[in-house]
C-alpha cells in the first residue's frame, strides 16, 4: 500500500470515529461496563471470522512470535483500555473532554515519531506541542478539575498508533491477535454481566427489544473492529506525522456532536484550552504544508 492510499484509510477511519459518539449514545441506557465488556469480545469474533475465511490472514504464527506477541499484546491492552476511556466519556456526557483528548494526540504522535522512530522535532512543533501543554494546563486550573478522560486518551491512543508503526505487521491478523489476548478479559467481563440485576444483552431492561439491544451491543464489535482495520493499515503505509494530521477530522466531528446535538456545555475554559490547541496544530499544518510545496518545487 502506498503513503496516499495509508492516508485515505487514514481520513475514512477518523470520519467514522468522529461520528460514533452517536452510536455509543444510543446505547446510553446500558452500563458503560457492560458496552465495554461486550466491544472486546465481539470485536475478537469479527476478526476471527475474517482470519478463518483466509489462510493469508493466518495469525497463529504471531503467537509463536515473542517479539509480535509481546508488541501485540501490550497493544491490545492499550487499545481496550482506550474503548473503556471513550465508552465512559460518552455516555457520560463528556464527549467534549473525550474530542479534547483526541485533539491533543496529535501532538504526541509526532513526540512518538521523535521518540521511537527518530523524527526530527522541527522548531514549529515544540511551539505547537507547548501551546497545546499551556492549554491543558489552563483548563485544569480554571474550570477547576483535571481533564484526565482528555489526557488519558491522548496517551493511550497514540501509545497505541506508535506500537502499531513499530510492529508493522498486517492489519487483519495483527488485530485478530490484539483482541484475542484480551478476549478472555472479556469473557470474564460478561459472564459478571450475568450476575448483576441491571445487565441489559438478552433482557427486557432499557427502551430497546431484547433483541434490539443484543444486537447493537454485538454490532459494536463491527463498529471498533473496522476504522482499527483502516487505522492500522494507515500506520503501516503513511508517516505517523501525516496520520496525525488527519486525526483533526474525528475530535472535530465528535466536537460538533456534543455541543450542537447533545447540548454539552462549551465553556470559556474549553474555548482558550481549544483555541491554544488548535493554534498548535495549524502551526504544525502550516508547517508540513509549506514543506511539501517546497519539496514539489524541487
Known amino acids: 500500500m502506498s503513503p496516499r492510499q495509508g492516508l485515505i484509510c487514514a481520513v475514512v477511519c477518523y470520519a467514522i470515529w468522529g461520528v460514533l459518539p452517536v452510536y455509543w449514545k444510543a446505547l446510553s441506557f446500558v452500563s458503560s461496563f457492560e458496552i465495554f465488556a461486550h466491544r472486546m469480545f465481539w470485536s475478537f469474533v469479527l476478526m476471527a471470522l475474517i482470519c478463518a475465511c483466509s489462510r493469508r490472514l493466518d495469525p497463529r504464527p504471531y503467537f509463536h512470535d515473542r517479539r509480535a506477541l509481546t508488541l501485540l499484546g501490550a497493544a491490545g491492552v492499550l487499545v481496550a483500555s482506550t474503548w473503556g476511556v471513550y465508552i465512559y466519556a460518552v455516555n457520560s456526557a463528556h464527549i467534549v473532554e473525550a474530542s479534547l483528548g483526541y485533539y491533543v494526540n496529535p501532538l504526541l504522535s509526532i513526540f512518538a515519531g521523535v521518540i521511537l522512530f527518530r523524527e526530527k522535532l522541527t522548531p514549529v512543533q515544540k511551539i505547537a506541542a ?17 481533564p484526565w478522560i482528555s489526557v488519558a486518551l491522548a496517551v493511550l491512543f497514540s501509545t497505541y498508533g506508535a506500537l502499531k508503526k513499530k510492529g508493522g505487521y498486517p492489519a487483519v491478523p495483527a488485530l485478530a491477535v490484539e483482541t484475542a489476548l484480551v478476549a478472555p478479559l472479556a469473557v470474564i467481563f460478561i459472564i459478571y454481566t450475568f450476575t448483576r440485576p441491571e445487565r441489559v444483552f438478552l433482557t427486557a431492561l432499557g427502551p430497546w427489544p431484547p433483541w434490539g439491544a443484543a444486537a ?12 482499527l482495520l483502516l487505522f492500522a493499515r494507515a500506520a503501516n503505509a503513511a508517516p505517523l506525522s501525516a496520520i496525525g494530521f488527519a486525526q483533526y477530522l474525528s475530535p472535530t466531528i465528535s466536537l460538533l456532536i456534543g455541543v450542537i446535538v447533545y447540548g454539552e456545555p462549551f465553556t470559556q475554559a474549553h474555548l482558550i484550552c481549544f483555541a491554544l490547541i488548535w493554534a498548535g496544530l495549524l502551526l504544525v499544518s502550516g508547517e508540513g504544508l509549506l514543506l511539501r510545496v517546497i519539496t514539489s518545487k524541487e
Not at 135 to 146: E, L
Not at 219 to 225: I, K, L, P, Q, R
Open 130 to 146: 507547548g501551546l497545546a501543554a499551556a492549554g491543558v494546563i489552563y483548563f485544569a486550573v480554571d474550570f477547576g478539575t483535571f
Open 216 to 227: 447493537g451491543l454485538i454490532c459494536g464489535g463491527a463498529v471498533t473492529a473496522l476504522p
